[in-house]
């Protein structure tokens, strides 16, 4: 009897245990578990939010929203998506961080059972939280941004997804990823389930539209920088990936859009930002054209041969098959260069060697006040003194 007792009561108190050991298991997920069916918050940029993982390091929000903020027409709520990388995604202000980067890792050192909940929310180790916060790059969102943020209550992290005010401060990764909101120091990552977020909970801030909520998507490849937009003078910053505005430039090539256009609307083509090294144009595999060559000499006119022994003057020129020329006729052209003994197959199209600017006195023939043309004739008198 006793023994039957003994083994009823063990039996109980084994189920006992097991419910139990589930009810536990099952509070420790639930805040995971939960995050597909839970309502969308709606967090203003100055809002810590619920169960804050720190103070606030943010610098005062500034009018950072892109476009003129008006509504469109009711939809399905289904956000934009918007790559890290896109231009004017987020904003700032030139050589001013939005975050104060090492406030953070000091807030976040002084709780050690925080920091080891953030460096496991962030999947590093507690000894890396530093060296994590100091490679993102702090900047502003410039259109309500759809998140999962995660925050910390009663030694336990949470999750719940939230819709982020246009203006919030946060800390970007290399890929143009929001992981960390300044005014909590609550982790954040990409949005999971059905991400509709017309019915959000919360106060609506003027300009909310759940047409116009962005969800940001990893850049393809590591970004070196980004380009912002910087609000308080409405000009492109090109900010480098994990600075905090001291190394902040003009970009090199300015997108195709001015700094002011709605990042929410239809966005002309732009490269990503950052992410490839300029390259020299390629040179053309095409063979160069030849040099034309040089005009070749023109040749004398048919009644000027090729010079060679002078023919005596009133001599008829039977020889070389020309009509008999008077004294002093000449058809040929004014000699220009240095006549030469060396024998020539004609004229060739280029010259072998170039004429010399000055050539040598024994060869000039001597200058005179008469035309190289004309030919001094003797005079031939048969007169009687003439002769004497």
């Not at 959000?200 to 490849?221: C, L, N, Q, Y």
């Not at 001599?315 to 020539?344: K, W």
Request: proline fraction near 16%.
């Amino acid at each position: 009897m006793h023994s039957r007792i003994r083994l009823r009561r063990a039996v109980f108190a084994l189920l006992s245990a097991g419910i139990l050991l589930a009810a536990g298991c099952a509070q420790e997920t639930s805040p995971r578990t939960r995050t597909a069916a839970e309502d969308v918050l709606l967090q203003p940029a100055a809002d810590p939010g619920p169960s804050p993982f720190t103070g606030s390091t943010a610098s005062t929000p500034g009018p950072a929203r892109s476009g003129g903020g008006s509504s469109s027409a009711p939809g399905d709520g289904k956000p934009l998506t918007r790559t890290g990388s896109t231009p004017g995604l987020y904003g700032g202000t030139r050589a001013v961080p939005s975050c104060d980067v090492e406030t953070q890792i000091r807030m976040l050192a002084a709780d050690p059972a925080r920091e080891e909940a953030f460096a496991r929310t962030v999947s590093v180790a507690p000894a890396q939280v530093p060296a994590f916060l100091r490679a993102l790059t702090p900047v502003l969102l410039r259109a309500d941004t759809l998140v999962t943020g995660h925050g910390f209550r009663a030694g336990s992290v949470t999750a719940f997804r939230s819709v982020l005010q246009a203006g919030t401060a946060v800390m970007v990764d290399g890929r143009g990823l929001p992981r960390v909101r300044c005014a909590c120091g609550n982790p954040l990552d990409p949005p999971t389930g059905a991400a509709g977020v017309s019915a959000g909970k919360g106060a609506r801030w003027e300009g909310f539209d759940a047409a116009r909520t962005v969800v940001i998507e990893p850049a393809a490849r590591p970004v070196r920088e980004l380009v912002i937009v910087d609000v308080e003078h409405h000009t492109w910053i090109a900010r480098p990936s994990g600075d905090e505005g001291a190394g902040d430039r003009e970009p090199a090539v300015p997108p195709p859009y001015d700094p002011g256009t709605d990042i929410t609307g239809p966005l002309p083509e732009a490269p990503p930002t950052g992410t490839k090294e300029p390259q020299a144009p390629k040179k053309s595999a095409r063979p160069k054209k030849p040099a034309d060559p040089t005009p070749s000499r023109s040749r004398p006119p048919g009644d000027c041969p090729t010079p060679a022994e002078p023919t005596p003057p009133g001599e008829p020129a039977a020889a070389t098959g020309l009509p008999a020329r008077s004294a002093g006729e000449t058809n040929c052209p004014t000699p220009t260069g240095v006549p030469s003994d060396a024998p020539t197959d004609g004229y060739p199209d280029e010259p072998t060697e170039p004429e010399p600017d000055e050539p040598p006195q024994d060869l000039v023939p001597p200058m005179t006040d008469e035309p190289q043309t004309s030919i001094q004739l003797p005079r031939h008198d048969d007169g009687p003194a003439a002769r004497g």
